[in-house]
């Protein structure tokens, strides 16, 4: 076995090109993957540092998104949804029309309307970005009269085209059946 001080510089080192592989992967234009699901479905988002996160719910270019499902009753407390399906998107193509139909959502009315249901099911999408920068987007799976956020900015879900469209295309995507659990493939 090396000597100490060799075995502290061979360990330095190692932590010197991880660390530079993961400065070197966001500054090449390859996003990391986003983090895993939770388990429960979060409260609330917090917002991202991220400046275009400010005016732009989804910003374009991920190089991935997590999609996560929740289901679960609702109390009358908080909603207590559980990850029932989770699903890796990478196809350049795919990400793009999703980041374009979050943001297609329309603003909310000022002033709100009273939204008497509140949907069990949600997806957060967890977006990566190759400059290193996350996104987090909680959407309601309700067909109308839900709010969408990035924790900075909102979108409001109604019975118009780009709502439904959303909600159809991340059902498809998280292919949830009840009884069903799990990863589904990578969408490369």
Not at 183 to 188: D, F, K, L, N, V
Request: charged share 15%; net charge positive; hydrophobic share 40%.
């Amino acid at each position: 076995m090396p000597p100490l001080p060799i075995r502290a510089a061979v360990l330095l080192g190692a932590c010197a090109v991880l660390g530079a592989g993961t400065s070197a992967a966001a500054a090449a234009g390859v996003a990391q993957a986003p983090p895993r699901c939770p388990s429960v479905v979060p409260s609330s988002v917090r917002p991202s540092h991220w400046a275009a996160t400010r005016q732009t719910l989804a910003p374009p270019g991920a190089g991935a998104i997590r999609l996560c499902r929740y289901s679960g009753a609702i109390r009358s407390g908080p909603i207590t949804g559980r990850l029932v399906s989770r699903r890796l998107l990478e196809r350049p193509s795919l990400l793009a029309a999703l980041t374009s139909d979050l943001d297609e959502l329309p603003p909310i009315p000022n002033p709100p309307p009273p939204c008497p249901f509140i949907p069990a099911d949600q997806v957060l999408a967890l977006l990566a970005y190759p400059g290193g920068q996350r996104v987090r987007v909680l959407v309601p799976l309700a067909g109308s009269c839900a709010v969408v956020t990035n924790g900075s900015i909102s979108r409001f879900t109604d019975e118009d085209v780009a709502s439904t469209q959303l909600i159809a295309e991340l059902d498809q995507l998280t292919g949830y059946r009840a009884g069903s659990t799990g990863e589904r493939g990578s969408s490369s």
